[in-house]
């Protein structure tokens, strides 16, 4: 089991959207009210979501995609709590970046970039975690906690002062987890349709 740093390669990419995202956003989309895929088939959403981190991950040295995984083997459909140890993952030391070896399934990933403070202002740079997720066979195990400590060390390495993140209303199970890490609500953000 390892926390890996997906470098901007396609095939490590497409891996990802459709093993993580994909089950992401669909989880959501089932648990969220605002939130809806577009109405396209899977590997069309795949595809997509592949060129659009492709890009993102090529432009920007700042953002940063890391994954889970575990031994070929401990599936989610097999985990046994007892014999999963999520201390064993090391936030601090990732494998290198690349992909995955085939032999290991992907479990959990988190997404990170920097928001860097204008000088006219007087705040931080602050370490943004666009996304995390867990598959449900690991929830409850650690490694949500594990990926939040791996943000923390991103953004000690970019010399930012704080974590931030966007969390939807209605999605109370992440809103208890990230108060549980120590966030606080910071701003309210609106919005309304165009007419």
């Given at each position: 089991?390892?926390i890996?740093?997906?470098?901007?390669?396609?095939?490590?990419?497409?891996r990802?959207?459709?093993?993580?995202?994909?089950?992401y956003?669909?989880?959501?989309e089932?648990?969220?009210a605002?939130h809806?895929?577009?109405?396209?088939?899977?590997e069309?959403?795949?595809?997509a979501?592949?060129?659009?981190?492709?890009?993102l991950l090529r432009?920007?040295?700042?953002?940063?995609?890391w994954?889970v995984?575990?031994?070929a083997g401990v599936?989610?459909?097999g985990?046994?709590r007892?014999?999963?140890?999520?201390?064993?993952?090391?936030?601090?030391n990732?494998a290198?970046p690349g992909?995955?070896?085939?032999?290991?399934?992907?479990?959990?990933f988190?997404?990170t970039?920097v928001d860097?403070?204008?000088?006219?202002?007087?705040?931080?740079?602050?370490?943004?975690?666009g996304?995390i997720?867990?598959s449900?066979p690991?929830?409850?195990t650690?490694?949500?906690?594990?990926?939040?400590?791996r943000?923390?060390i991103?953004?000690?390495?970019?010399?930012?002062g704080?974590?931030?993140?966007?969390?939807?209303?209605?999605?109370?199970r992440?809103?208890?987890?990230?108060?549980?890490?120590?966030?606080?609500?910071?701003?309210?953000?609106?919005?309304?349709?165009?007419e």
């Open positions: 089991m390892e890996r740093r997906l470098s901007a390669d396609e095939e490590a990419l497409r990802y959207a459709a093993e993580l995202w994909l089950p956003h669909r989880d959501l089932a648990n969220v605002t809806a895929l577009a109405d396209r088939p899977d069309e959403l795949i595809a979501e592949t060129r659009f981190r492709l890009d432009e920007d040295a700042d953002r940063r995609l994954v995984a575990v031994d599936n989610g459909d985990v046994d007892e014999d999963f140890d999520p201390e064993r993952l090391d936030p601090g990732p290198a992909a995955p070896g085939s032999d290991r399934g992907l479990v959990a988190v997404s970039s860097e403070c204008p000088t006219v202002f007087d705040r931080p740079d602050r370490l943004v975690v996304d997720y867990v449900e690991y929830r409850g650690g490694i949500a906690s594990r990926l939040m400590e943000a923390v991103d953004a000690r390495e970019a010399d930012c704080e974590l931030r993140l966007d969390v939807d209303v209605d999605n109370e992440a809103m208890a987890f990230y108060e549980k890490q120590g966030f606080e609500p910071y701003r309210k953000q609106l919005t309304r349709e165009v």
